[in-house]
Each structure stands twice: as structure tokens, then as C-alpha cells.
């Protein structure tokens, strides 16, 4: 109980300022994304309230409208507002601004002829004060259905925070829910050897068990939890705030989602089942850290260093508890026996070309392959594969030069290096780029620029398959609706297409030879113009979208219509 204990007061600890702060919509609060939930690459930074599309959203504290962002990907548009008390809140994918805002950001989009902006603000600009309404939900930018995104971040370090720790009346008297345990069997490294898993039996009061002694063959193991949060009323599977690990009753591990750096974010992938994510798209939260960084626990000074694996001894049963909490307090508990049963079996050997240790800088170079790992770019030391497989397929300028394993995580950024198995026209050269290929065929275009000693270099993120593609095809576009007589259309609607995915396009509209404002969705590929916003006026008119796919293609694309 002493460890359930101090995580009741850590909870008591974060709402200090919950009388201060409202919630940003009215009505039931109506989760459907925690704060620190698993996603690609980062931690979720707020909490995701549904609503319908033109949902009013209130300020939630007195404060002043900071920076407003307008992305086609990302927030979309969103609004910040700084808080007296060095708080600052944030709401994202919204459909609409208040009107001083809308007409703010439409006169830069005007003056600069550009969709995209951030605008800065002092603290005269924009004042609100505490459920002053500031926009509407919306599902803009890299939202996949209608809810707003709100976050609660310290203004200094610009660090979300908790937004559960502002006491908003959200009600969740549901307990997480814990589907799967993961044995991993380790080597002296922390390297996985073998691993089990196992579907735990649900008991009532939250309790969980597994029906046998777990056995295993290694003296050191690591665990795994594949777990859920619910809050009433909605049947969402989402993340849990906090886990705890007690072998024998001792405390050996333990995390808190409270504040989650944005230079800490990616450190999602040393806490999770990464393998698991890649291949399956299944989340599980290691209850056990690849390298310190990835320890999100308050109680650091009792843990010291231990990373939370577990060493056994042999035939000596171990008793684990493994706890899983939400914000409210709810918690599940699974409960098990493991225990170590030498195999004299001989542990096979990690094939591989290269022994890359962690924590240092790595160069691997072989004249037309370079690449460079910095030193914080693995978790723990990799057995690194290379492998350079022919390749003269229609638009291959480079042989596929297999880099290591997609299932592997690479913090950050690495830079790779790649020579053209024979030099290539001066015509061609702005039309290639470094790209990575997967098994179904798909290629994911990673730009690059060229080097002096006539290879191509680009910053890469996963492990994988890579190569110098050549991209001769410019955009084109798809009509969603515009047809020539539009006197009664409130706008038109194109999709803007590329042939590789990951290429920076970049577009301009214009009527009449006049720029037009086109709204960008990226995750629709969607331009979208409204006559609200700006009206040529009766009669003929010429559009044109011009386009380019940063590697030399250009379009050329007009339409007539009539007004």
C-alpha cells in the first residue's frame, strides 16, 4: 500500500490551482485522449475532449491570446493563451476563431499570400478573461474526427503539464483494464532473448491473475503491460496516467505521466514494446527503462538506478504485483508468480556486422554508404545488420542498402550518405531523393541534398530500407467540386496529389492573375476556397494552381468558371 499511497498524494499534489481554472467546453467533459496515451514517436501532450464541429470553446483562466498557429498538418489552427500564474493553455484543430482573431490572421494571410502562419502577440493585443468564448472544435489539421485538443503547458520552459491537475469535473469512477503481461527474457546487455505472453485472469475488485507459476529460463527478466484507462460514459480505450512494479513487495519501478518535456517525448520509444508497435500497431508499456531517460518516475531518490528488470535466483519463486492508475485514482492490479528454471540450452548468437555501442557516437562507411549515429541515437548497444542488395528496377538510381531493422527505435535523427551506382545527369539531378521502401511497395521520400563527392545526403528517423530513387512525375489534381458555374457554390474544392509520400509541396492559387487564400488539409490532401473569404464578383473568371514537389516537378493547372 505504501507505494498506492504515494501516488494518492501525488495526485492531491497537482490540484492546487484547480479553483483558478474552467473547463473549455460546457456541458459533460467527454474524454477521448489522456495525457502522456502512446502515440507514433511522441507522448500525447493534453487531453481530447469530443464535440461536434462549431462546439463553442471557452478560455479556461483569465489571461492573454499569445500565438495563434494556422498549419495544414499538425493543430491546424489553435489558439495560446498565457496565464497569470506562468500557465499557459492551448487549443488545437479548431474550425473557427473568434472574429478579431479570424480577422487578424486573414490580414497576414493576405499581406504575406501564404495559408500557413504563427503570429505572436503581447500581452495589449488580445486580453480574455476567464470563459470569454475564443473558437469553435473543429477537425482541422492532423485530427481524424471532430474534438478539441487542449493542453496546459509551464510558459517558461514552454513543458506540458497534466491537464487533469487543473480539477476539472470529468467523472471516472472506472478502473483501467489490463489485457496482456509480456515476459521478455534477458541477456547481460538487457537485450530480449525469449519472450511470453500471456493473458491475465480478471478476478473482481480490479484484480488480476495468472492461472500458473510463470517459468522462465533466464536470470534476468523484464515486464510488460498492455493496459488501458476508461472514463465514464464512453466506451474509448485510452492511456494510463501511471504503473508500478513490487517483486516481493519491494517497490522496483514506477512512472507518472505530470509533465512530459518536449525533448523527452521521443523517449516514448525506450518505454514501449517499439517492435510490437512497428509490427502490429499494439501498445505496450514497458515496466522496465532501455536507458535512464526513460524514466518518468517522482521518486527518483528511492529507485536510484535500478531500471526496474528483475534478477532471480534459481528454483526461488518471485511474488509480482504490477499496478496500473488513472488521474482519479482507479486502479488495477495484476498479481503472479515467476520463476527461473535453468536451461542449459545455448543462447544463439546475434548475427550482425557492426557492434554499435550506446551512448557514443557511430560511423559506418564503405565508400558509397555512409552513415552517422550520434551518440544519443540508441538506447542501449545494437548488433548492427547492413546488407546491400542489386537493384536496377525503373527509377532505382542506387543499389537497396538494408540498414539494420525497422524494429530497432532511433532516437532522433540519423544522417545517411548515398552514391548513384553510376553519376547522374546534370538535367536529372534535382529529381532525385533519398528514400526508404518497405515490403508492400510504398516509398517514403526523405529529400536529401547532394554532396561534393557525388553522393546524396538526408537525415533519416527509423531504421530500414534505403535508396536513391528519380521522380520525373509533377503533382497533379483531383476535383472534389468545381464545376464552371459556380453562381450559386459558396467555393470549390480540389485534391492536390503527389507520387511520393513525404515531398514538401508547395502551391499557389490565384483568380484573375489575383492570389486567392486555399485552405490546406494535409491529411486530405485538400485545397479548399471559399467565396465568404474572397469573391471575384459576378461574371468570367480564370483560376490557377500552380505546384511544385521540391524535386524539379512543376504544375500548371486552370480552370474557368463562371460567378
Not at 539531378?429 to 517514403?444: P, S, T
Request: negative net charge.
Amino acid at each position: 500500500m505504501r507505494a498506492l499511497l504515494f501516488f494518492l498524494l501525488l495526485l492531491g499534489a497537482g490540484l492546487g490551482a484547480q479553483t483558478t481554472y474552467a473547463p473549455p467546453l460546457r456541458g459533460p467533459l467527454l474524454i477521448t485522449g489522456t495525457f502522456g496515451e502512446l502515440r507514433s514517436n511522441h507522448f500525447h501532450g493534453g487531453l481530447d475532449f469530443r464535440g461536434a464541429v462549431g462546439t463553442p470553446v471557452y478560455c479556461v483562466a483569465d489571461g492573454f491570446v499569445s500565438r495563434i498557429s494556422v498549419s495544414a498538418g499538425g493543430y491546424g489552427q489553435a489558439i495560446y493563451v498565457d496565464h497569470p500564474d506562468g500557465r499557459r493553455s492551448v487549443y488545437a484543430h479548431l474550425e473557427a476563431f473568434r472574429q478579431d482573431l479570424l480577422d487578424t490572421v486573414r490580414a497576414r494571410q493576405f499581406a504575406e499570400e501564404e495559408f500557413a502562419q504563427d503570429l505572436r502577440f503581447d500581452s495589449t493585443a488580445f486580453p480574455v478573461r476567464l470563459g470569454d468564448q475564443i473558437g469553435e472544435v473543429g477537425n482541422r489539421g492532423f485530427s481524424f474526427g471532430p474534438h478539441l485538443h487542449f493542453e496546459i503547458r509551464e510558459i517558461a520552459e514552454d513543458v506540458p503539464l497534466n491537464p487533469f491537475s487543473l480539477g476539472f469535473p470529468i467523472a471516472d469512477t472506472r478502473a483501467p483494464q489490463i489485457r496482456n503481461l509480456r515476459i521478455y527474457e534477458l541477456d547481460s546487455s538487457r537485450h530480449e532473448q525469449r519472450t511470453q505472453t500471456l493473458e491475465p485472469t480478471e478476478l473482481p475488485d480490479n484484480r488480476y491473475t495468472l492461472s500458473d507459476t510463470v517459468v522462465v529460463h533466464a536470470p534476468r527478466i523484464g515486464l510488460s503491460l498492455k493496459a488501458y484507462d476508461r472514463q465514464n460514459g464512453l466506451p474509448n480505450w485510452n492511456g494510463i496516467y501511471a504503473g508500478e512494479l513490487l517483486a516481493d513487495s519491494v517497490l522496483v519501478h514506477q512512472f507518472a505521466f505530470n509533465r512530459i518535456p518536449y525533448d523527452r517525448t521521443r523517449y516514448l520509444n525506450a518505454m514501449t514494446d517499439y517492435a510490437d508497435w512497428v509490427a502490429n500497431q499494439s501498445w505496450y508499456h514497458r515496466f522496465w527503462a532501455l536507458t535512464p531517460e526513460a524514466l518518468f518516475s517522482s521518486d527518483t531518490t528511492r529507485l536510484g538506478a535500478l531500471d526496474g528488470s528483475l534478477q532471480l535466483r534459481p528454483g526461488q519463486p518471485q511474488s509480482i504485483r504490477m499496478r496500473v492508475l488513472d488521474y482519479a485514482g482507479n486502479l488495477a492490479e495484476l498479481s503472479f508468480t515467476v520463476v527461473f528454471q535453468p536451461n542449459t540450452s545455448p543462447v544463439p548468437p546475434r548475427p550482425h556486422q557492426y557492434f554499435l555501442p550506446a551512448g557514443e557516437p557511430s560511423l559506418i562507411e564503405n565508400g558509397d554508404f555512409r552513415l552517422y549515429l550520434g551518440p544519443k541515437a540508441l538506447y542501449r548497444d545494437c548488433y548492427f545488420r547492413y546488407a546491400r542488395l542489386p537493384d536496377t528496377s525503373a527509377g532505382h538510381l542506387s543499389d537497396v542498402h538494408q540498414i539494420h531493422s525497422p524494429l530497432t527505435p532511433l532516437h532522433g535523427q540519423a544522417t545517411l550518405h548515398l552514391r548513384p551506382r553510376v553519376p547522374v545527369p546534370e538535367a536529372l539531378r534535382a529529381h532525385v531523393y533519398l528514400g526508404q521502401c518497405d515490403d508492400a511497395g510504398n516509398y517514403q521520400s526523405h529529400g536529401g541534398e547532394w554532396e561534393e563527392d557525388g553522393r546524396m545526403r538526408a537525415d533519416i528517423s527509423t531504421f530500414g530500407d534505403y535508396a536513391l530513387f528519380l521522380d520525373t512525375i509533377p503533382p497533379w489534381v483531383d476535383i472534389e467540386y468545381f464545376n464552371t458555374d459556380l453562381r450559386r457554390a459558396v467555393g470549390f474544392s480540389l485534391q492536390l496529389k503527389d507520387n511520393v509520400r513525404g515531398g514538401q509541396l508547395h502551391y499557389r492559387g490565384t483568380i484573375d492573375g489575383k492570389w486567392v487564400l486555399l485552405e490546406h488539409e494535409a491529411k486530405s490532401n485538400r485545397l479548399n476556397y471559399s467565396f465568404n473569404t474572397q469573391d471575384p464578383g459576378p461574371g468570367e473568371h480564370l483560376f490557377v494552381l500552380t505546384a511544385d514537389d521540391s524535386r524539379g516537378n512543376t504544375l500548371r493547372w486552370e480552370r474557368r468558371f463562371r460567378r
